[in-house]
């Protein structure tokens, strides 16, 4: 009976031991998944958190690529269009530099056929029509000294009916004297009304004026003579 009692006994402290470990199995059951579940979490967040820097940082390496090969192309073709520019600088500098020597060499061509011609000599500026008298000796103009040794063009008196130059004169062509345009006879006289611009357009509507203006402005820039007696000569005394 004792026997009995025991071995009952001891199969129920098994039965007890075993109960008591399906429950500690029950409840450590659910915390392994939750376990799995942060686990397989953390290595997902981990593997994008991986992946987006990796991305990252090739979108990062790609923009910089693309950007320097963008400088280098606008590098170039800045590079490209300045030499572009210089070129055509150099080939306009250069056809205005044959084209003045053109210029130049017809000019004296044209000095040097008109030389052989024959250059007018020396011209008395007597104009008795424009003066009742000459209060200073008439002016012997040498034309020919004027042209060869002090070499002038024609374009440097003569001009058109607008002031501008007539350079392409030769000696045979026909050219206006300054009394056919600059007709006022006489000296001008100056109006204490008139502003220095009116009166050097009013001087000029005089041939007394236009001559002198044509000269004296001449030899201003020349450093020629400028002083009244160092062009007209002393006039001649009339006898009894």
């Known amino acids: 009976m004792k026997k009995a009692a025991l071995f009952l006994g001891i199969i129920c402290i098994f039965v007890f031991i075993g109960c008591g470990q399906e429950e500690k199995g029950e409840q450590a059951a659910p915390e392994k998944p939750k376990e799995a579940v942060e686990t397989a979490k953390e ?11 990796e991305k990252t940082k090739e979108t990062k390496t790609t923009a910089e690529e693309k950007t320097g090969k963008a400088a280098e192309d606008v590098k170039e073709k800045a590079g490209q269009a300045a030499e572009t520019v210089k070129k055509e600088a150099e080939e306009a500098a250069e056809t205005v530099k044959q084209k003045t020597g053109e210029a130049v060499k017809s000019a004296e061509d044209k000095i040097r056929r008109a030389k052989k011609a024959g250059v007018p000599g020396v011209i008395e500026m007597k104009n008795e029509k424009m003066f009742s008298q000459h209060r200073m000796g008439i002016i012997s103009f040498d034309h020919r000294a004027h042209v060869d040794e002090y070499d002038l063009g024609c374009g440097k008196c003569h001009h058109d009916e607008n002031n501008q130059p007539l350079n392409d004169l030769s000696y045979d062509d026909p050219v206006k004297g300054c009394a056919q345009c600059h007709d006022k006879e006489g000296r001008p006289r100056r109006q204490e009304s008139m502003s220095d611009q009116q009166w ?41």
Do not use: F
């Open 43 to 53: 290595k997902s967040e981990s593997t994008v958190d991986k992946a987006a820097k």
């Open 200 to 240: 050097k357009k009013e001087q000029l509507k005089y041939y007394y004026g236009a001559i002198h203006e044509n000269c004296t402005g001449c030899h201003k820039e020349t450093k020629g003579p400028v002083k009244c007696m160092q062009c007209h000569p002393a006039p001649e005394k009339k006898s009894g």
